[in-house]
């Protein structure tokens, strides 16, 4: 479906051709989402993984927790991002990735212990590197979301990400995040 819309750069107010390819997707989508709940219900009494990923202007996120031996999810989120923050490289557009995430799962996670996962070294960026692109006011606001509340830890993440699912072919070059 998103090659439909996205590979051809449509907008909100575009007309849709719809495709064969486009149609089984759509009804695959569909039959999915109705054969089982693809959301667990929380456990308020475990803690909680979100795992972050940006891309194009957007986070997508998938909160998420223990059940057995494996994670479950328990919601999934997808904003836009700030016009400020889409124009950042791509590690520093990743910490503000990860505080809006946090900040949208604040209200189902409730101060319980919350890992979160992202593809890049959030915490090192903001402990250790003096950027030129964060504002005076994004510093100590995304410092104080990510590495000041006592109920979250961040974790680079190494392994494919939930968030991300499959990345893209020029995306996963080999980087410092510490020399953006």
Known sequence: LSDMTHALGLTMTDCLTWTPDGE??????????ISAPALGLPD?????????DDRHGFYSAVLLQ????????????????????????????????????VMASAPLVCY????????HAVASIL?????????PTSTPHYHYILLSLPHVT???CKVLNPATLLPTEDEGEPHDCTAA
């Open 154 to 156: 961040i974790e680079q």
């Open 112 to 119: 319980h212990p919350l890992m979160v996962l992202v593809p």
């Open 44 to 52: 308020m009494t475990k803690g909680f993984t979100l795992t972050v």
């Open 66 to 101: 223990a059940h057995g031996d494996r994670f479950k999810p328990v919601a999934y989120y997808s904003q836009c991002l700030t016009s400020v923050a889409r124009g950042l490289p791509v590690c520093l557009c990743a910490v503000a990735a990860a505080a809006a995430a």
């Open 24 to 33: 089984k997707a759509f009804v695959d989508l569909k039959r999915a989402l």
């Open 127 to 135: 402990l250790q590197s003096k950027t030129s692109y964060f504002s």
